[in-house]
């Protein structure tokens, strides 16, 4: 059921859970993620950042292939389709093209320009029915080209922001995209706690989900995050159980080579990594 991310994630942030956003990358992505949701009767976003809407051929194809195998499936869960760290045009795209939800990440203007930018697209967005995320700070590391230092979001920016009406917020809070480093210092729970007390009922989006210990997650979720972000953790999955698959020599037995058989330890692998997050999170149930 494709809705926008906006009632899902007022519920997440009042049951003190979090809803997962886990990127999709082709159909088996897709598939996986949308059954181990119903499986779970757990709300589940579905992001999707610009490079991906390009591999896939655009974001028209995008949203047919998702709408068409939501019903193909008959998943009757919470289903949001984002778009993952957005620009300007790519959120008017993502709108063309029936996205439910898009994040406008303008992080990397200067605050004024982020104001007058987010007011225009969350007008629009709320016209037509769609949730918007906004982002303040940089999510350190690099995801489709986007490039982050890493700096923590000002507090008073992120209310700023917030009073624009977006319905979620993306802050800075020493996150990183893709494998975390060694000798990573961790979250900053000081500017999480700060941004909470400044942004209220916001419900709160922690970017950079895979590798953060459980015990951290735990504490976002405590102190407002709503809705958390994981992609290279599915890629991992997926490449090692493919990898596996391949170097037992199972693609050379019969019709191993199939793609359908080729992919299925991969898309199980995801199956597997979108319900421990899931569980993690406390969506389970939750739809």
Partial sequence: MLVSAKDMLVKAKEGHYAVGQFNINNL????????????????????????????????????????????????????????????????????????????????????????????????????LGLSIEAEVGSIGGEEDGVVGMGECADPNECKRIADLGVD????????????????????????????????GAMPLVLHGGTGIPADMIKKAISLGVSKINVNTECQLSFAEATRKYVEAGKDLEGKGFDPRKLLAPGADAIKATVKEKMELFGSVGKA
């Fill in 28 to 127: 088996e992505w897709t598939k996986s993620i949308l059954l181990t949701a119903q499986e779970l009767n757990s709300p589940v976003i579905l992001g999707v950042s610009e490079g991906a809407g390009k591999y896939m051929t655009g974001f028209e194809t995008v949203s047919a292939m998702v709408k068409a195998m939501d019903k193909g499936l008959g998943i009757t869960v919470p289903v949001a389709l984002h778009l993952d760290h957005g620009t300007y045009d790519g959120c008017y795209k993502c709108v063309e093209a029936g996205f439910t939800s898009i994040m406008f990440d303008g992080s990397h203007y200067d605050i004024e320009e982020n104001v007058a930018k987010t007011t225009e697209l969350v007008n629009v967005a709320h016209h």
């Fill in 168 to 199: 979620m917020l993306a802050a800075g809070i020493g996150n990183i995209h893709g494998k975390y480093p060694e000798g990573w210092p961790g979250l900053r729970f000081d500017v999480l706690d700060a941004i909470q007390q400044k942004t």
